[in-house]
């Protein structure tokens, strides 16, 4: 079964009745994810038996469901000559080591020389993969932190990769230098986050709402002070890492939003390095794994408190 446009529309069966219109449009079109099929019932382009309906009506056996997919708007972002450190590319995505400094998309404050504007150097057809503000973005990394992101170049990749993030199934593995040591030297970190009442531009963890939000860890080395961990997502929620470790008294060395005052002498950014990358690729089934060394200054900084980064090199 395809959906295609409002003049062929398709009827719902009766094993889809009682089902999201959202999700059911997403399982029907490969190419939307179910995000992007929220925002296309909000501009009108999905309809049920003629009529706009929010994303969460539930749908009846008999419906006509009918969709038109808007081309891509204009980009309105000037594609930037900018050096990227690509570690794999093909048809269908490919992965960045991102340096610390650079933010991932356009956003307040930072309009130029973003990853975006230098993925549309290279890839002048990427505009509108997975919507236009972020195109080609499947995940993201705070602007300073360093490592590996996978770029979707087609929207079928956008929406498998998007998937397989939502399943939990592609591994996201940092190593992080704290302040503290965490207590065991492994274990799981779980507690909802969501916007500080305080400060709407920090997250925190949440007594009351916010949202699931679970990291592990495993001690790689105890150093001065401080600790070299290795931390494993099971979620993706902004700043995650950053206000789990504030949770539990061990802020990421050199995070001068969520830790304390110290540190510039050792590293000018938070200690945080996307070290490893895996998924199963969208279009052809095959497990991929990646690696980032350890940036210089991360490098350094273990070196200053008495570590040895070499094996992270």
């Not at 705070?142 to 996978?150: C, E, F, Q, Y």
């Not at 495993?218 to 504030?246: K, P």
């Not at 590293?267 to 990646?290: D, V, Y």
Request: hydrophobic share 40%.
């Amino acid at each position: 079964m395809e959906l295609a446009g409002a003049d062929s529309p398709v009827i719902v069966p009766p094993e889809a009745a009682d089902q999201r219109v959202d999700m059911f449009v997403a399982s029907q079109i490969k190419k939307l994810s179910r995000s992007r099929a929220h925002a296309l019932l909000g501009e009108g382009a999905i309809l049920v038996n003629g009529r706009k309906v929010r994303p969460s009506h539930r749908l009846s056996a008999g419906d006509a469901v009918s969709v038109i997919i808007p081309p891509p708007l204009p980009l309105e972002l000037e594609p930037e000559n900018i050096p990227l450190d690509i570690k794999y590319e093909d048809d269908h995505l490919l992965v960045v080591n991102k340096p610390a400094g650079m933010v991932v998309h356009p956003a307040a404050g930072n309009y130029t020389g973003t990853l975006v504007h230098a993925l549309l150097y290279i890839l002048p057809n990427l505009s509108g993969v997975g919507g236009v503000a972020r195109p080609g973005i499947v995940h993201r990394l705070d602007k300073d932190t360093s490592g590996l992101i996978v770029v979707a170049k087609t929207d079928e990749a956008h929406h498998g990769l998007s998937e397989r993030i939502k399943e939990r199934s592609a591994g996201r593995v940092y190593l992080a230098i704290v302040k503290g040591r965490p207590g065991p030297n492994e274990g799981r970190i779980e507690g909802n986050i969501g916007r500080s009442k305080t400060n709407r531009k920090k997250m925190k963890v949440l007594a009351q709402g916010g949202k699931p939000a679970s990291t592990r860890f495993a001690v790689e080395a105890e150093l001065e002070a401080h600790t070299l961990l290795r931390l494993s997502l099971d979620t993706g929620r902004t700043h995650q890492i950053r206000a789990h470790m504030m949770h539990i008294n061990c802020p990421v060395l050199g995070d001068t939003t969520y830790g304390r005052k110290g540190g510039k002498e050792l590293i000018g950014r938070q200690a945080l390095h996307a070290w490893k990358l895996s998924f199963i690729h969208p279009a052809t089934g095959q497990q991929m794994e990646f690696t980032a060394p350890l940036p210089e200054d991360m490098a350094n900084a273990i070196r200053a408190l008495g570590g040895d980064p070499t094996p992270y090199l």
